[in-house]
């Protein structure tokens, strides 16, 4: 696998920082343009390349169903903050829930590389959140933008319409929260 990983990635213009640790690991690849992205060899296989010069586009990932399922587990109500989340090195924003002040999460997403915070709601009733979540990935995927890692994890050219279907979305749900109280 690792040849023909490196192969790939040595074809489309693509240099190794971190060396080959297997199909499940992320891998740090810097583009011909010198943008750096993560991507898993399984990925990179199905034509994803660089967020910054999207050559060639992302593929169709999951489905939207699977983000309702999981949207509803009693775990992921009880959050009460959301957040998003830059990483300008590879391009990509993130974003998600968490509770109380959120800043041991932002900690976290730190370490990974998302240094820049755009966007942090915290004290929303419970529910609110995960359902500011959820509704966002399910308009994103309905609009066919689909996560270029996991499940958050879009590309930054994104950034503009993430915000405004946030904002949406939280103004959605907070007037629901409102009118149920």
Same mark, same amino acid.
Not at 34 to 42: D, I, Q
């Given at each position: 696998?690792?040849? @023909?990983?490196?192969?790939?990635? &040595? ?7 971190? /060396? @080959?640790?297997? *199909?499940? !690991?992320? !891998? ?11 991507? @898993? ?17 992302? /593929?169709?990932?999951?489905? #939207? %169903? ?7 587990? *009693? #775990? ?6 959301? $957040?998003?989340?830059? %990483? /300008? =090195?590879? $391009? ?13 999460? &932002?900690? %976290? !997403? ?10 942090? !709601?915290?004290?929303? *009733? *419970? ?11 399910? =308009? &994103?995927?309905? &609009? %066919?933008? @689909? ?5 958050? $994890?879009?590309?930054?050219? $994104?950034?503009?319409?993430? #915000?405004?279907?946030?904002? #949406? ?13």
């Amino acid at each position: 696998m690792t040849d @023909y990983f490196e192969s790939l990635a &040595l074809d489309s213009g693509c240099t190794f920082i971190t /060396p @080959y640790r297997g *199909p499940q !690991h992320p !891998h740090l690849v810097r583009c011909i343009c010198g943008a750096k992205f993560t991507v @898993y060899p399984e990925r990179f296989k199905g034509e994803v390349r660089c967020l910054k010069c999207r050559a060639p586009e992302i /593929p169709v990932v999951g489905d #939207q %169903n699977f983000y309702r399922r999981i949207a509803d587990t *009693p #775990q992921r109500l009880s959050f009460t903050a959301f $957040y998003i989340v830059e %990483n /300008p =090195d590879n $391009y990509l924003i993130k974003f998600g829930v968490t509770n109380g002040t959120a800043d041991k999460r &932002l900690a %976290n !997403h730190r370490r990974d590389g998302f240094t820049k915070r755009i966007a942090l !709601h915290r004290g929303l *009733p *419970p529910g609110v959140a995960i359902r500011i979540e959820s509704k966002t990935i399910d =308009d &994103l995927v309905g &609009l %066919n933008i @689909y996560p270029a890692r996991g499940r958050e $994890y879009f590309p930054g050219i $994104y950034k503009p319409l993430v #915000q405004r279907l946030v904002r #949406q979305n939280r103004r959605k749900f907070l007037d629901e929260a409102g009118s149920e109280a």
